[in-house]
């Protein structure tokens, strides 16, 4: 089976940088995902990591170990348009993470 | 425009009744699935479908079918709702090989059962 955990809420002020984790514990490994859902709506595709390493779409990133069954996403200059909750997700059948919902405050 | 379409966006029904919630893709998607979501909440994977005529049941125990007769129409039907349905559905697709471009996902279906 597959279990990924992500902190429950995270708090950040506009224009700062904010890290969301996220550890998995999968049966196999089919890389690791990150997803953006604003209340309401649908989730938004944002990233992908294969290997370790830093992948970065604008200004967000994403970071993945496979030997530390461990990633983040990282988001900068951020804009109250970012709040929202925000989801890793691995798996050949894809297992979504716990959801960290960030709350960007002026 | 390629994307993926679910109907209807809200439904409220009794108890006992019979619904389908429809989904369709204009990708050409071979894979699809159906998560159930509760606000704030975790999805959860209730059935996929890898091609036609193919579909599976996903980790969520669900009492809802799924058939998968043309690649670009995944329907959900559920034979006699009851309150503990209520919740919202996303319908999603991708690619098949590589998850590089993720899934794709409508704009749900927001079901209440009373």
């Known amino acids: 089976g597959q279990s990924l955990e992500q902190p429950s809420e995270v708090t950040a002020v506009e224009g700062a940088i904010v890290q969301i984790n996220c550890t998995y514990q999968t049966s196999g490994f089919y890389g690791l995902s990150w997803y953006q859902q604003h209340d309401g709506g649908a989730p938004t595709f944002l990233s992908y990591n294969a290997l370790d390493g830093l992948e970065e779409t604008g200004r967000f990133s994403s970071f993945l170990s496979r030997s530390d069954s461990y990633g983040y996403l990282l988001l900068q200059e951020l804009q109250m348009k970012d709040s929202a909750s925000y989801f890793c997700?691995?798996?050949?059948?894809?297992?979504f993470g716990t959801g960290t919902k960030l709350q960007v405050i002026p | 425009e390629a994307d993926i379409y679910q109907t209807p966006r809200y439904l409220v029904i009794g108890t006992g009744k019979k619904i389908t919630l429809e989904c369709s893709q204009t990708m050409g998607h071979d894979k699809m699935y159906w998560y159930q979501q509760d606000p704030g909440m975790e999805l959860h994977l209730i059935h996929y479908s890898y091609g036609v005529n193919s579909t599976e049941k996903g980790d969520l125990s669900s009492e809802s079918t799924v058939s998968r007769i043309r690649t670009e129409h995944f329907p959900l039907t559920l034979e006699s709702a009851r309150p503990s349905h209520t919740s919202q559905y996303l319908c999603a697709s991708s690619e098949s090989g590589t998850s590089s471009y993720g899934y794709t996902f409508g704009s749900g279906t927001r079901l209440t059962v009373v």
């Open positions: 997700a691995s798996g050949q059948k894809v297992t």
